[in-house]
């Protein structure tokens, strides 16, 4: 397993404004990914970031609005742009190498005002 | 289109009873099953899985059923513990080969001391 911390664990932001999460693991991971989970709701995929290349995005979710950063084999970064209270979200990094377990961050707890 | 379904939001099991939670799943295509049991404030923490090559997997107080021909899956708690209360979501991959986790919705299961 790896250990995945993310930064903030949680914030209060008033829409329009962007908010940039921060997901570190304590070990090098081929992918990473980005997944929201909506008051009451599954967790959805939002996009998959592997370094070297840009984030591939599931369907429902654009780069423009999420644009995702992926400089190093242990670090990712999620920006939640121009929000409103529809993006109050968890959002979750999860780490997994190809055909092994996928685990888990903590999660950042977002409310957008 | 939900494609893992969990069709009871909430169990509630006495301490040292059987837990049994359930999950469905549409895509045939799915080959990889997995069980995460998520705390408040935490992010989901893996702990079982199966291959659709098996229909059993077991790991101490968990077992995890899998029948392909009804495409469900089944997991099992034995004793149940009050350290057991959480949220438990079942999950699934393989289609077409990818990596991407379908989750289902979730059960809350409470374990009444």
């Known amino acids: 397993s790896a250990v995945i911390s993310q930064k903030p664990s949680r914030d209060i932001c008033q829409r329009g404004t962007s908010l940039t999460i921060q997901c570190q693991v304590d070990s090098q991971v081929t992918m990473m990914f980005w997944y929201r989970q909506q008051p009451g709701q599954s967790l959805t995929l939002i996009a998959t970031a592997n370094q070297g290349s840009e984030a591939t995005y599931e369907s429902g979710f654009v780069i423009d609005k999420f644009p995702i950063s992926r400089p190093n084999l242990t670090f990712s970064t999620l920006t939640v742009s121009n929000m409103s209270p529809e993006d109050s979200s968890i959002y979750l990094c999860?780490?997994?190498?190809?055909?092994?377990?996928?685990?888990f961050g903590p999660g950042t707890r977002l409310l957008v005002l | 289109d939900q494609q893992v379904k969990q069709n009871s939001p909430s169990l509630s099991v006495q301490e040292g009873r059987i837990s049994i939670l359930n999950c469905d799943y549409t895509?045939?295509?799915?080959?990889?099953f997995l069980w995460y049991k998520k705390y408040p404030a935490e992010g989901p923490t893996f702990l079982i899985s199966i291959s659709s090559i098996k229909d059993k997997n077991e790991d101490g107080r968990f077992t995890v059923f899998l029948n392909k021909s009804a495409k469900h899956l089944s997991l099992h708690i034995v004793p149940s513990q009050p350290g057991d209360s959480a949220v438990y979501f079942c999950?699934?991959?393989?289609?077409?080969?990818?990596?991407?986790?379908?989750f289902g919705t979730g059960t809350r299961l409470k374990v009444l001391a």
């Open positions: 999950a699934a991959s393989g289609d077409s080969g990818t990596y991407k986790y379908i």
């Open positions: 895509n045939s295509m799915f080959d990889y």
């Open positions: 999860s780490v997994g190498r190809w055909g092994e377990t996928q685990y």
